[in-house]
């Protein structure tokens, strides 16, 4: 019995090592780098649910990305303040009541992943 426990120690220690081997001076596939931009537009389209009412050109739901770049853009206005819920919205106050459910997903995003959000939008209008 004390044999097969041995072994079994010993053939998990070894699998450990070979695993943590393996990845040693690897790059991890979710610490590639990207730009702003690209992750921005990552989130857009996906974990932060943008496109399903916003879209580049045209208002569907929400304004269209070159509306809110443009407007924010004329009037200084601070995007990430708006995404963290921290100020008021200054493109279409009446359709904040519809973008508050989003706000919960942004609220919980980093400060990079906002700040890639913002330079996805701002880069739409060149």
Request: glycine share 6%; with cysteine; aromatic share 4%.
């Amino acid at each position: 019995m004390k044999k097969v426990v041995l072994l079994v120690c010993l053939m998990v220690l070894i699998s450990c090592k070979k695993e943590s081997e393996a990845t040693h001076g690897q790059p991890n596939p979710t610490e590639v780098s990207q730009t702003p931009e690209e992750l921005g537009k990552s989130i857009f389209e996906g974990k932060g649910n943008c496109a399903a009412c916003h879209r580049i050109n045209e208002k569907l739901v929400g304004p269209s990305v070159k509306e809110m770049a443009t407007i924010y853009k004329a009037q200084n206005g601070d995007m990430v303040s708006f995404l963290k819920d921290e100020a008021k919205p200054i493109v279409d106050p009446s359709q904040y009541e519809v973008m508050k459910a989003n706000l919960a997903l942004t609220k919980e995003m980093s400060e990079e992943e906002l700040k890639g959000l913002e330079a996805y939008i701002y880069s739409q209008v060149k």
